[in-house]
């Protein structure tokens, strides 16, 4: 894929990641700031920072070791890559006690998300049975591949500027 290609797919998740982090705050009101900044999504609230990992292929765990945050997430679209990418990755994620990860489709005609809190879920699930519940969570959000992901943004006409 090309660099306008990944763009396009990131700047996508980033603006799923900003509208969901505003709507789950709507009460609150408490967003003070949000800044991209090329995988991460930065956030603000009142309550500390929250941050949000991009991933469209091979997840680069350095760059959620790399931050402090009330909490972190990481956002990537609901497809075979992703799901095999939390399966290999899972005992690493479990370090993280503030880490989820959520699979979108923004697309679907269904739901949209599912999310996970990997330290969470290993306490409550036995181990045998780990890949199983991951693939239950998995089918319930359609699948969406990065080509299909990026010809759903080339069919949606962009906002005319004011």
Not at 6 to 16: G, M, P, Q, R, V
Not at 43 to 56: M, N, R, T, W
Not at 63 to 88: Q, T
Request: aromatic fraction near 8%.
């Amino acid at each position: 894929m090309d660099a306008e290609g990944t763009e396009k797919l990131l700047s996508c998740l980033a603006e799923w990641a900003e509208a969901y982090t505003r709507h789950r705050s709507i009460y609150a009101k408490d967003v003070q700031s949000v800044v991209r900044k090329g995988q991460v999504l930065e956030v603000v609230k009142s309550e500390g920072k929250e941050i949000y990992c991009l991933f469209l292929g091979g997840w680069d765990l350095s760059l959620v070791e790399s931050k402090e945050a009330h909490r972190i997430f990481i956002v990537s679209f609901n497809n075979e890559e992703s799901f095999r990418e939390l399966v290999k990755n899972w005992q690493q994620l479990l370090a993280r006690k503030n880490l989820k990860v959520v699979m979108v489709n923004p697309f679907s005609a269904g739901e949209h998300k599912w999310m996970i809190s990997p330290a969470v879920h290993h306490t409550i699930t036995e181990e045998g049975a780990l890949e199983k519940g991951l693939l239950s969570l998995f089918k319930s959000v359609e699948q969406v591949s990065l080509a299909d992901a990026l010809a759903a943004l080339e069919r949606v006409p962009e906002e005319p500027e004011e």
